[in-house]
């Protein structure tokens, strides 16, 4: 596992059920996390305006 386990943990859960790929997403000054969800193989899809003026990065990540 990365170090983002929980990350790990949740594609785990998706495996599991069946769900070939997942939103996985984070704020766009978090890079840490955008690191750890593209370490995990996650692929930008977009940025959207999310709440307080945040940006959020959207990222698919294939779980098969």
Do not use: M
Request: glycine letters at 10%.
């Amino acid at each position: 596992p990365l170090n983002g386990a929980p990350v790990d943990q949740a594609l785990e859960v998706c495996r599991a059920l069946g769900i070939p790929r997942a939103l996985v997403t984070c704020a766009k000054d978090n890079i840490a996390s955008a690191h750890t969800i593209l370490a995990c193989g996650g692929v930008l899809e977009d940025e959207r305006p999310g709440a307080d003026g945040f940006v959020i990065q959207r990222y698919w990540v294939q779980t098969e």
